[in-house]
């Protein structure tokens, strides 16, 4: 698996311990910033594939740039430490880290945790595209209901007459129902008459 790695650490020295534990399980390309770096700017610039967050003792302000990079630079995150707190683990989790995991891991172990964060991230960036797929299904439903409701309102017709309707006005203007559903309630909100 050829990945760009992105570590962030402040300590030096135990950012070159885990730079050579990568290196062990294969992974060349791995770049390092400290803590203090704008994360979101380090991101958008070397263009990592995964980034790995290490450190001693878990920190808040750790958790403020998983969450900072998940909204607007999202990557696989992995975050290592040498202390074990579950409830800092859950935080992480819903952060954005994909792993959570004790520092001084071997390089097999080191590949497991890497692939696996990948997959966990490629999984649940699936999951929100179809979620919000889902959504604007959903919202356009609602939106060409209304549409119905309107022109059986205005027009006193049946409910197959209104779809109809609409159906025929988007098929003539080469649109989609929704759209067309959606110019209707705005039109009639904005007079108060249905066109």
Known sequence: MSLKILVVDSDSER??????????????????VGGGADLVEAVRRIAPDLVIFDMALPDRDALEGVRALSSSAPRPIVMFSDKDD?????????AGVCSYNLSGVSN???????????????????????????NAQLEER???E??????????????PQAYR?????????????AQVAADLIKDQDADGLLK
Do not use: C
């Not at 950012?15 to 390092?32: D, I, P």
């Open 142 to 144: 609602r939106i060409v």
């Open 86 to 94: 579950p409830a800092f683990v859950e935080d992480a989790i819903a």
């Open 108 to 134: 097999r172990d080191m590949k497991a945790i890497v692939a696996s964060a990948v997959a966990h991230f490629r999984r649940y960036a699936r999951v929100e595209t179809e979620l919000a797929a889902a």
């Open 15 to 32: 950012a070159r311990l885990l730079e050579r534990t990568l290196s062990g399980a294969g992974f060349s390309q791995v770049v390092r």
């Open 165 to 177: 309707w609409l159906r025929n006005k988007a098929m003539n203007d080469n649109r989609r129902i």
């Open 146 to 159: 209304r549409a119905k409701a309107l022109l059986m309102a205005e027009r006193k017709v049946t409910e």
